[in-house]
């Protein structure tokens, strides 16, 4: 079976840490994109950017860019989503999608990670 | 960047009724758009890629058309199960922006 399987919910304070993960399996990992989707909470969607694993290409939407940092390791087919500063206004779902290259949708998700970032 | 707007914000539709969902993009985006549902506290399902062609498993009262700037998704008949909201994305280009969603709700 296809699946991406990401971490665990997180409960951070403003200015910690954080490195959220999403490991694939079912599939040839460095075939597909990873993306990364925002959901806050009773909003919509935002694409926050993407790696393709085979080598390592990374994309991010200029809303994010420099706010986070996408990352993958290609030997354990887990991509990564980490922050060096917290700010309340991270308080969000985080989804990790692939597509396949060249692109196409997004057809396979992850369960989502929640973070929440309160003081 | 290519902006995504979708219309109406919010459907109201009654069981076995046809909804029609619009997403216009600002620039062509030839047809690299894709279709998403999402229900309450559920992971977003692609509908529909290439503008067009049905994801593997979606039913067939679900189609999609356009090309370039102009968008539709329509929904048949409206099962109970298809109340969600919808969102589409651009793909043809950086970065992949996603619609900011119609709702489609029980009348």
């Known amino acids: 079976e296809v699946q991406l399987v990401q971490s665990g919910a997180e409960v951070k304070k403003p200015e910690e840490s954080l490195k959220i993960s999403c490991k694939g399996s079912?599939?040839?990992?460095?075939?597909?994109?990873i993306g990364w989707v925002r959901q806050m909470p009773g909003k919509g969607l935002e694409w926050m950017g993407m790696?393709?694993?085979?080598?390592?290409?990374?994309r991010y939407s200029p809303s994010f860019q420099g706010q986070v940092t996408i990352s993958v390791d290609k030997s354990i087919n887990t991509a990564y989503l980490q922050w060096s500063s917290l700010k309340a206004s991270d308080n969000a779902m985080y989804y990790c999608?692939?597509?396949?290259?060249?692109?196409?949708?997004?057809?396979?998700w992850g369960q989502g990670t929640t973070v929440t970032v309160s003081s | 960047e290519i902006v995504l707007t979708q219309s109406p914000a919010t459907l109201s539709v009654s069981p076995g009724e046809r909804a029609t969902l619009s997403c216009r993009a600002s620039?062509?985006?030839?047809?690299?758009l894709a279709w998403y549902q999402q229900k309450p506290g559920q992971t977003p399902r692609l509908l529909i890629y290439g503008a067009s062609t049905r994801a593997t498993g979606v039913p067939a009262r679900f189609s999609g058309s356009g090309s370039g700037t102009e968008f539709t998704l329509t929904i048949s008949s409206l099962q109970s199960e298809d109340f969600a909201v919808y969102y589409c994305q651009l793909y043809n280009n950086w970065p992949f922006t996603f619609g900011p969603g119609t709702k489609v709700d029980i009348k």
């Open positions: 999608a692939r597509t396949s290259s060249p692109w196409s949708g997004l057809d396979v």
């Open positions: 790696i393709f694993p085979g080598d390592s290409d990374t």
């Open positions: 079912g599939y040839t990992f460095f075939s597909y994109w």
């Open positions: 620039q062509s985006v030839s047809s690299k």
